[in-house]
């Protein structure tokens, strides 16, 4: 199983992003998923999560209104667009499957929010 992010970079606060997390070697409409995020030294915090079919999204009160989950089961992908992106945003952020006890992580892309 691979998970593979995409999409990080610098932004200035205010600016948008579009992360992306392509899934290969599973059946990817079966899995629930899920974006986080960890700066150092703090723990990784769930940041959207997104039922198989793409329907309830829910949001960490720091981004709603400001992010949005999305999945295409037809790419195996999930989106996470992040719109009036603030300095506190600045993290690794990591797409995590997971369905029963399988558990998948991708390796993180990072996201830096500064003028």
């Known amino acids: 199983v691979h998970l593979v992010e995409s999409g990080g970079g610098l932004v200035q606060p205010g600016g948008s992003l579009r992360l992306s997390c392509a899934a290969s070697?599973?059946?990817?409409?079966?899995?629930?998923m899920r974006w986080y995020r960890q700066t150092p030294g703090k723990e990784r915090e769930l940041v959207a999560s997104?039922?198989?079919?793409?329907?309830?999204?829910n949001y960490a009160d720091s981004v709603k209104g400001r992010f949005t989950m999305s999945r295409d089961n037809t790419k195996n992908t999930v989106y996470l667009q992040m719109n009036s992106l603030k300095p506190e945003d600045t993290a690794v952020y990591y797409c995590?499957?997971?369905?029963?006890?399988?558990?998948?992580w991708g390796q993180g892309t990072q996201v830096t929010v500064s003028a």
């Open positions: 995590n499957a997971n369905r029963l006890w399988y558990s998948y």
């Open positions: 070697g599973l059946t990817f409409s079966g899995y629930f």
């Open positions: 997104i039922d198989s079919d793409g329907t309830s999204p």
